[in-house]
């Protein structure tokens, strides 16, 4: 039987099966048979079966990772909400765990304290607040948990009753704000203390007693504080619940989790209180795995990854880890991924509050999964199977009973994982007649099921206006003149302190942007960053001109940055003019060094770490505007001090980058007026998506979060990257080979090596060649880099229009591998 101009490419027998459209050729047993099968599971799902609660699916917003979804347009970012929170329609989420800032480093940047000294108190800082009452707006049943990362300096010692009092402030500061807070924890993966548990009970028995202890969130002594609790039963009264990191190991591929035997003796909740969710795409298969297997392994009820929404600029550390990806607030555009489907399979048929059915949550043969969740009230079931790693086909035969609903259909919805087409995602196939109170489902290799007897659920639909992610473009003009006092501006990401409108322009009038964090918070890590603040478009900003107005307040210095093409752990990669009060200024360049070690870096050494280029002394002092441009152009760059030429220097090393103002830790300082131009034409690029690409050689495999497949270099996101195959290792040397899609008067290429502070791959020593047909190559262009993380810009002369390039890693840092951030390709 033939059917054709089908809308879905998944394909099932009708056998008791009620068939939604598709496209393609339906095949016997896709899915669903009729037939008993002479081999094969079986499945009884029981309701008078034994089995914990679930607690629900949720994500975390910390460490500034929604920093520009705030500044996305409408509709884009009500259409983002929607996809995150609203029921039946996304991911659906039923937990939002929310930072409790405290304007220091909590991974992508720093969030506001509501309380930077003890007696004041502002409750209308960041963006947190909004973002809880969003997500309620759209789901009033969502669950809120608060976390510290760490805490203003004024508290001493985290694990202090200052900074009990200080966590309590912010939950008024919820409560005025409309906004409920139904769990607390301690100090996020810094341990635990168990006298300071004690007493946060207690004092939440007298002011919030409905509130949830959630302990411990740590990481380095996973269910630690459990085996503390079948002690010491004062911690086990004041905790409610245990929750820690990474129960199925760090940005792996979540196959194997696990809890204690202490923890599970408690009977209290089990919580995987984060996991990484990692990319918007290729985390969908971990995420599968884990919301099935965290039960199954380690009677765990609850899984909740961080981050909500990976809204942070790309070259900020582990950029994309998040359930969506919305990095380009100027534009609009954002992208729903896998990740958001894999979530919907659970939390759009179960919700907290519905009991696992211990008897039909087990793995399968072929190495699939299966949990069976039941509703309280016993009239409906749903079971959801994942078979990422099943090696054969299972036939399951499922047998209802013990008080569950016999007969009433099964809605059967799936998803292709190893497909990258949304309409392989999150398919409504149709509804399943149970006979004799059983039926049979074919499990496929590579699929998530959800079979329920609940109706409603709904794919989202919602599309960005723009159909790429347009260009950040120039001028950039910011004056904080339309904001009121207190608030973040447009595009601009701290990393580091706290910066806001503050009244006191440098007109004498109306607002700047002001450093006001006068003392080092307690920090969660990277306690020595000095307050910074960064806006621009990481892929390419090349010629322009920055230029600033800058007030000291006392005695410090304070920079301005340009051409910064990454931010990790101590170090802003770019070129950085420093004044101080006594007039003394200072341009140097600056790259990764020991300093930037962060989480997926391995280290290395780049070619320069910190180099002073020129330096000098003018007239200055506090309390005194002064203007502070740097113009660059080429290696061309030039100081200007209140609009005088006082140096001029030639450095090649930083080509493109965004800018930024940084301050002396921890001094008041402003700026007004600030202002982006072009300093020449940019680079016309060949829009990478006209482009094809193959490789000598890649690792498309999942490895912590990532693919590395030749196709990300020319993704148009510089935290995805490609690289040579390292399992096994293929050595230098490696090419990349672009199919243009037409012949184009090829005047050079850019090259943006991988975001990250590890020099392993990047690139050193080059050869590109062009050609015609594919076959035949002539070359155009070699030479030799510095080893820096740098983007770098080759030009070539050609007079005839070419189809092929092909960039060739002759040799690049560690001497054995090729990694490639970017690649784009210039035009006449």
Known sequence: M????????????????TLYSCRGTVKSSEFVTSEQPAEGVIVYINGE??????????AISAGASSRLLFDYPEPERSQILDYLFKPNYGASLQILKIEIGSDMNSTDGSEASHRRIPDEVNCDRGYEWWLAQEAKKRNPDIKLIGLAWGAPAWVGEFWSDATIDYILSWVDCAESNGIQIDYLGGWNEKGWNADWYIAFDKALEERYPNIQIIGADDVHRPWSIAEEMTKNEALREAVDIVGDHSPCGWRTAYADC??????RSLNKPLWCAEHSSMGHDVGAKPLARATNRLYIDGEITSHIVWSLISAWYANFPIADTGLMLAEWPWSGYYRVGKSIWAFAHTSQFVQPGWQYLDQACQFLPSGATIVTLKSPDEKDYSIVMESIDAEVIDTVTFHIGGGLPQSKKLQLWVTNLDSDKSEDHFVQIGEINPINASFNVIVKPGYIYTLSTTTGQQKGTAMPRAAIADQMELP?????????EGKLARFFSDVNGGFETAPGGAEGTGFSYRQVVQAQPVSWWHGNMRPATLVGDPRWWGDYEVSADLLLEEPGYAELLGRVSAQAGMTIVGLHLQINDQGEWKLYSEDFDSSSQVMLSDGGVFARSKMTLDSGKVDFGIHEWHRLTLKMKGEQVDVLIDNKLISSVKDDYHTSGQVGMLVSPWNLARFDNVRVKRTAEWPKLIPQEKI???????????????????????????????????????????????DLGGEYPVQGLIYQPRLTSNIKGVITEYLIEVSDDGENFRKVSSGKWALSSATKKIDWEDDETIRFIRF?????GGGVSASVGEINIIVQ
């Open 258 to 263: 696990s809890s204690t035997e202490a923890a």
């Open 49 to 58: 079966d034994t089995g914990r609660l679930f607690d629900g699916l949720g």
């Open 692 to 738: 094809a690409i193959t490789a000598t050689s890649d690792h498309p495999a999942f490895e912590r979060g990532y693919d590395y497949a030749a196709k990300n270099a020319i993704d148009g996101r510089p935290e995805t990257a490609w690289h040579s195959e390292w399992q096994p290792r293929k050595n230098l040397p490696q090419s990349l080979t672009l």
């Open 808 to 812: 060739t890693a002759t040799d690049a």
């Open 2 to 17: 033939k059917v054709s101009k089908c809308l879905f490419r998944l394909m099932i027998l009708l056998a008791g099966v």
């Open 476 to 484: 950039f003009d910011e004056d904080f003149e339309n904001y009121g």
